[in-house]
């Protein structure tokens, strides 16, 4: 069988792609990789030939296309269950984190779009935006507290996966955080797959004007 092929776009800026791209290698699943330059300005959505959503990432696999970031984070889930929590409280509580992460924090993702490389301020943030990030900080300490850690719902799991983006934007972005988020970003960033992942996006050249000036 062939392998599977994960569609991303640029590992610096590709939010949603970096997402099941960690599923996968932390599931321990065999894929090729494609990367997609993401499209200059935003817009119509670039990627019909790829994907039945016209974006990234989508999963070639089983003959068939699997669009949507956490439905290829299900999918990698399938192949290898630990991706979730064992408990079923603890995994519904997981699901409903990756949910609310995949349809929330709208200003969060407007004000501040991931770009790993970048360095600046908080100040750029509108009100609305900091209080998105105040309640994932707000979520990420409640859900630690409940598992004990040293992830969201105890080992890592999809829940992770979801909010690594995020992760990079505090960095980025110098959002202020308490203690226990600073201490999850801490231990995120050095986790072999996303230290890889964010190696790799230091390593990219092309510049996003709508990210990188904006
Ligand atoms: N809901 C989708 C969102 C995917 C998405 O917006 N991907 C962006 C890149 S991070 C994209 O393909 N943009 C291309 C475009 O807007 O033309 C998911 O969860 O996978």
Same mark, same amino acid.
């Given at each position: 069988m062939p392998q599977p092929v994960l569609h991303i776009g640029d590992k610096n800026y590709s939010s949603w792609s970096m997402r099941p791209w960690l599923a996968l290698k932390h599931g321990g699943i065999a894929f090729e990789e494609k990367l997609h330059s993401l499209p200059e /300005? $935003?817009? @119509?959505?670039?990627?019909g030939s790829i994907s039945p959503n016209a974006r990234v990432p989508a999963l070639d696999v089983d003959g068939v296309t699997i669009a949507e970031s956490l439905a290829i984070c299900e999918w990698a889930a399938e192949q290898?269950?630990?991706?979730?929590? @064992?408990d079923s409280t603890s995994r519904a509580l997981a699901r409903a984190a990756a949910a609310i992460m995949h349809s929330g924090f709208p200003n969060l993702r407007n004000d501040a779009p991931?770009? /790993?490389r970048r360095r600046t301020d908080a $100040?750029?943030?509108t009100p609305d935006g900091l209080a998105d990030a105040a309640r994932v900080d707000e979520l990420w300490r409640e859900w630690m507290k409940r598992s004990g850690g040293p992830f969201l719902f105890g080992q890592w799991s999809v829940a992770d996966a979801m909010y690594a983006p995020v992760v990079t934007r505090f960095i980025t972005y110098s959002i202020p955080r308490s203690p226990e988020a600073d201490a999850y970003i801490q231990r995120m960033i050095v986790e072999p797959h996303m230290a890889a992942w964010i190696a790799a996006a230091g390593k990219e050249t092309r510049q996003l004007p709508r990210s990188d000036i904006a």
């Open positions: /300005i $935003g817009g @119509k959505p670039a990627f290898q269950p630990s991706l979730w929590p @064992k991931m770009n /790993i $100040g750029r943030m």
